[in-house]
């Protein structure tokens, strides 16, 4: 369970339903022994008790088994009385578990209501066995008296069973259902609010860091969430100052490169007019002297155009115009003219095969990606061997990309430098020589095109030798 959000609704739900729980058992037994405390039958019984044992002291059994007669006919409570020592005094017919219950009593807690046990044995008409309800009294002579009476049968729907008596679990669901399950929907939606409104900024602080990580050096906290005065506020408002920092020393090394970049051009184009003026007045001796100097000069003046490509990409990342682009047409075009360069070193380049595929993305950008890929590999491609281009499309579910391929027959590359090359200037040891290596500059312009189309370049060594890179797209 990765979700922030999910864990913080399941914890508060739990916590919310483990107090809800307690409260709700909490509630059901301070209200059984309320209303066993609080029965409304008390004070009749108080009165019953109290003038029975008034009766047997001044009387005698015979006055007292008449007077609870009388009682048994006027309210259908038939009643016996027990003395201190558990004896019952009247002399009718005593029910079960009469004396049980008598002994249940107490001064301090004088009266006792026995809801009717399932295993209490039936009455010899097999009727099912009715409540008891005890009372203890003191007579005026200071002895203790206890009267039980057995429950008439029309006295009314009574008390709801207990838990584990029958028809508990229906009245337990019916509680549940009545008292607990409004408070847990209320609880719940109360839940998924805290929690989304806990986790609501961090997504939010989620989504604006993959924005800037992709180039978009404007993103920043909206003002709901930096107008907080909580820890989540400050933690936006960091952010916002973080970011721009980071797009104030972003600009300001683009800018100097580019402006290093365009001021370069002049010493260069002043280079090369010194270099023809000088091969006029040169001899033989000077003339290799000259032509070394013109080949560095071209490769500065390389590097400085792939270092303004490089700068212009990473300053059009927010707002790249895309456009569709034919893919097989663009890797036709780029191979003929790479393969017209490489027949000038004993070298070809090969289509094998092109399927239609279109993306959508900036044409010239693609191009030049593409081409620094081909042109890298007619670079390192043995002599007499042909660089094999593939463009097929690749369908996984909702995923469609297409994949362009392309394998030279040179030497590879160290694997621990696989992913390296296509950092800027970043050179292979056994490439450094720049009678066969580049500028560092082309794969990494193709990694930040491909990038910013939503793509991605990856490179492996081929099994018989060499090197394969694949450029991924998404097609539309």
Partial sequence: MRSLFLKIFLWFALAMVLVNLASFVTGIIVERQSERRSNPLAPTFGVYAQTAGEVFERDGQAALAAYLERVERASGIHAVVFDERGAEVSGRTVPAEALEVARRTTESQPFVF?????????SPEHQPPRPLVARTVRSP??????????????????PPPRLGEPGSL?????????????????????????????????????????????????????????????????????????????EALVEAQRRLVAGVSHELRSPLARLHVALGLARRRADQEITPALDRIEHEAENLNEMIGRLLTLTRLESSAPGLVQTPVAL??????????????????????????AEACTTNGAVEILRSAIEN????????????????VTLRREDEGPRRQAVVT????????????????????????????????????????TERALHLHGGSVTAANAPGGGLVVELRLPVT
Avoid at 328 to 344: G, N, P, T
Avoid at 376 to 381: G, Q
């Fill in 373 to 388: 890929v081909l042109r890298n590999a007619v670079r390192y491609t043995a002599a007499g061997t042909e660089v094999e």
């Fill in 170 to 246: 229906r009245f337990g669901l019916h509680l549940l259902a009545e008292r607990l399950l409004p408070v847990l929907f209320l609880g719940g939606l109360f839940c998924y609010w805290l929690a989304s409104y806990l986790t609501r900024p961090i997504v939010k602080l989620r989504a604006t860091t993959h924005e800037l990580a992709d180039g978009n050096l404007t993103a920043r906290m909206s003002d709901s969430v930096t107008r907080r005065r909580d820890e989540i506020g400050y933690l936006g408002r960091e952010f916002n100052l973080m970011a721009g920092r980071i």
């Fill in 141 to 158: 002579r200071g002895a203790l008296y206890t009267l039980v009476g057995e429950m008439p049968r029309n006295e009314g729907p009574g």
């Fill in 406 to 445: 392309v394998r030279d027959h040179g030497p590879g590359v160290p694997a621990e430098s696989l992913t390296d090359i296509f950092r800027p200037f970043y050179r292979v040891e056994d490439a450094r020589d720049r009678a066969s290596g580049g500028t560092g500059l082309g794969l990494a312009i």
């Fill in 114 to 122: 026995e809801f009717p046990h399932p295993h209490r044995p039936q």
């Fill in 328 to 353: 097989a047409a663009l890797v036709r075009e780029v191979a003929a003219d790479a393969d017209f360069e490489a027949h000038s070193r004993d070298r070809a380049v090969r289509v094998v095969a």
